[in-house]
């Protein structure tokens, strides 16, 4: 008989022979409305000191998982010896949106009001703490430690999503966000200009650590920035307003039924022309599909305002992503890089967000890669990236996750670049010393396109007006000004057209295995997650693979064995509650007639481990209060005291001051010698040579034409000529040696040296040793 994997993997391909369908049902389970992934304390590898050190230990984090039940939710965590572990569970009505808070940053001036309730779990459930509101218009925050609601926020529409970062609570509603201070849940800013999309996700948000994007209703052409999406389906921002003005009708039909069948001001009965009268009242003109981030910390407290009279703080990009509304959109992990998916879900945009710290205008936002998912229409619900960026998994509400390889820094994902465990650099070593990136950018600069033989033509699939050709001109300002390769300034980097290499589908029956036999439950309804027929809510993470101990139990886990993998595993949970890994090994095309650097990738992907985490009607439920070794109570305790290390403060029942090294303090107060070899000697210096190659194989070197005037002199690299300005920051004359008769205009000294960075034990003094000069 085949056993248990093995049958997951043929329901994974065939459909369910009907003759199983008179089976005797097994024990009924909970309807799941929404699953996620999540990130808190638990597996913050940044600030939890048991992960801290993670690659010497071994230690990996947990998967964190919430399923939002038709009444209640649960939270499991799935740590790397693969035992699922429940951490709560409660059933008091449906949930729409739960986020387990992360402790928050503190410093000397900003202390933590909720730190002995943490950690704290912000639910949006449609009986509020009042009672009296009307459903999902309250979020009520709980204290996992003692159980009890340290906070509840009223509003006074319906709450559609909740984010949080280490700063920032923001709270989603139709068409407006509200941010709330993580330390003390006072209003820090809000939004009111949000476009509102149809899709399972009314509007879509991403929150990095610091940068929030969300979708604005037009686009304001004094803060947009430079690129922006280019391609076949935006052209320039003219061409977009005259086909917004042509479908404007039509679009704001569209936008004004579901505003209205939402907030329920007009009778649904109400005709076209009523409806758009009535939005035309409400909003100038809108333009689908245009992105703001905003920077969390330095916006203005109050409403956030993108208008021509608006100044650009906090504004760091706007521009435009889509043509038709964004769906949803997420940062990766360094916060760098920007997803994003319209309502059609054809296509999903992955932008590069380069800042300026002046303006929104002066940022470039390059437009990396067209991930090409099909010709059908989809809806986008969850985006995830693998740690490194250099996987993107995308699942629709098809129940399908597509994988696709990128690179954080742009071009052809290839053998060189993802099938190393490791992430490579953008060029080779060859490439780097031979210089030849500087030739192939003067041909592309002399013929106009992008390494195109056809002058003014690109060689990329779609060539755009708004990335501007390249003049001769142009080229000679940017070496004038000494800025070569500054990537704000155009040549904006080429687009790249990914295909998924893998199409992950999660299959209506998976649900329906048992585990003794093989055989299956009669299939649940199609679509437990929602009344519409066929969708279907999955999420999907990457993480160390757990499936070592299901093959092979009685193994101790050896510390190597994950590093074997190049591609970390992919762990989907779908809305039967059946989490699945999914192991990807990508490999050179089958169908290349020689493998090299180059060569295009295929990925095999199979479904490894398989956990049931669905709870039934007689599971008993799991409150607060926890003790004091729960895992989440546990995470909390490590993540605050390292929080409070960092500020240099005095953790809260820990005996007398510490002086640790991590804190600020120690390297501001005057300490004993020792201590400062002791810090010294943790300092590593590593060294590199460049690639062994011949001098004459590389334009390596340029000559220069200098004139000699006068005398020349010597100067050696210690001498006081190079320095400016001495220890104590006041002018030292610039020549103290004897010279009377020098030449100066022959010293050609154009660098002068800078301030060398303070380090503890330096001979200078203690007052100036954090002063202004350590940029």
Not at 148 to 160: A, D
Not at 473 to 491: A, E, I, K
Not at 626 to 647: G, K, T
Not at 749 to 755: A, F, G, M
């Amino acid at each position: 008989e085949q056993s248990y994997m093995e049958s997951v993997v043929t329901f994974l391909q065939d459909v369910v022979p009907q003759a199983y369908s008179g089976t005797p049902p097994a024990e009924e389970k909970e309807k799941i409305i929404w699953v996620r992934f999540e990130n808190a304390d638990l597996n913050d590898t940044s600030r939890n000191m048991e992960f801290h050190e993670i690659h010497s230990t071994g230690n990996e984090p947990p998967l964190l998982l919430m399923i939002g039940y038709s009444d209640g939710m649960q939270v499991w965590s799935i740590p790397i010896s693969g035992e699922a572990q429940e951490l709560f569970s409660v059933r008091h009505g449906p949930v729409r949106a739960a986020r387990i808070l992360p402790a928050p940053q503190i410093s000397a001036q900003k202390c933590d009001n909720f730190s002995e309730k943490r950690p704290l779990l912000g639910v949006c459930k449609s009986i509020g703490s009042s009672g009296t509101s009307p459903p999902y218009c309250c979020v009520d925050l709980y204290s996992l430690r003692t159980g009890e609601m340290v906070k509840s926020i009223q509003f006074k529409t319906p709450i559609y999503d909740l984010h949080c970062n280490k700063r920032i609570l923001v709270v989603v509603l139709q068409e407006k966000i509200a941010a709330f201070d993580s330390c003390t849940f006072t209003k820090k800013f809000f939004v009111t200009s949000c476009y509102p999309c149809p899709g399972p996700n009314m509007n879509p948000i991403a929150l990095g650590s610091r940068w929030l994007a969300y979708a604005e209703n037009k686009l304001i052409r004094c803060h947009q920035s430079r690129g922006g999406a280019c391609g076949d389906n935006i052209q320039s921002y003219t061409a977009t307003v005259i086909s917004a003005a042509k479908t404007i009708k039509t679009g704001l039909t569209m936008v004004g039924k579901v505003v209205t069948q939402l907030t329920g001001t007009l009778p649904s009965g109400a005709t076209e022309e009523e409806i758009l009268a009535h939005s035309n009242i409400r909003r100038s003109p809108l333009v689908p599909g245009i992105i703001t981030i905003i920077d969390t910390e330095t916006v203005a407290e109050g409403q956030v305002l993108v208008s021509e009279d608006s100044d650009s703080d906090g504004i760091v990009a706007h521009f435009p992503a889509h043509e038709k509304p964004i769906c949803c959109m997420a940062f990766n992990p360094s916060g760098m890089l920007l997803v994003t998916t319209d309502t059609l879900g054809h296509d999903f945009h992955v932008f590069q967000i380069l800042t300026h710290p002046w303006s929104s205008s002066q940022s470039a936002v390059h437009h990396l890669y067209t991930l090409h998912r099909g010709e059908t229409e989809a809806k986008v619900q969850d985006i995830s990236f693998s740690h490194d960026c250099r996987w993107v998994v995308v699942s629709t509400l098809r129940g399908t996750s597509h994988v696709f390889p990128i690179n954080p820094y742009g071009g052809q994902p290839c053998v060189r670049t993802h099938m190393s465990p490791r992430v490579v650099n953008r060029m080779s070593r060859f490439q780097k010393s031979a210089g030849l990136e500087e030739i192939e950018q003067e041909l592309t600069s002399k013929q106009g396109g992008r390494c195109s033989p056809v002058p003014g033509l690109s060689s990329s699939p779609s060539g755009s007006p708004l990335h501007g050709k390249l003049n001769s001109q142009d080229t000679y300002n940017n070496f004038t000004n000494n800025n070569p390769g500054n990537p704000r300034l155009l040549p904006l980097p080429s687009l790249t057209v990914v295909l998924p290499l893998a199409q992950i589908k999660q299959p209506m029956t998976l649900g329906t295995i048992t585990k003794r036999t093989g055989k299956s439950k009669p299939a649940p309804q199609i679509s437990p997650s929602k009344s519409v027929g066929g969708e279907f809510c999955v999420a999907a993470v990457f993480g160390s693979s757990r499936s070592w101990f299901a093959n092979n139990p009685g193994l101790k886990r050896e510390k190597d064995q994950s590093k074997q993998f190049v591609v970390e595993s992919l762990y989907i949970i779908s809305c039967y509650g059946s989490l699945v890994e999914h192991v990807l090994e990508p490999r050179p095309l089958s169908t290349a007639p020689k493998i090299s650097d180059d060569t295009p990738l295929e990925m095999m992907t199979c479904p490894r481990a398989s956990w049931t985490l669905v709870r039934t009607p007689q599971w008993n439920e799991l409150q607060p209060p926890f003790n004091a070794n729960h895992p989440l109570l546990l995470a909390a305790d490590a993540v605050q005291y390292y929080q409070y290390l960092l500020a240099g403060l005095v953790p809260p029942g820990s005996p007398g001051p510490i002086t640790r090294h991590e804190s600020y303090d120690s390297l501001a107060s005057d300490h004993s010698g020792q201590e400062d070899e002791e810090w010294l000697s943790q300092v590593e210096i590593v060294t590199h040579t460049g690639p062994h190659r011949r001098l004459w194989m590389g334009p390596q070197f340029q000559f220069k034409t200098i004139h000699p005037s006068g005398q020349t002199t010597v100067i050696s690299s210690s001498s006081s000529v190079l320095q400016s300005h001495g220890p104590s920051d006041t002018p030292q004359p610039l020549l103290d040696f004897d010279t009377d008769d020098l030449d100066l205009n022959s010293l050609r000294i154009q660098p002068v040296r800078s301030e060398p960075v303070s380090m503890p034990g330096s001979s200078r003094p203690v007052s100036d040793r954090r002063g202004v000069s350590t940029v």
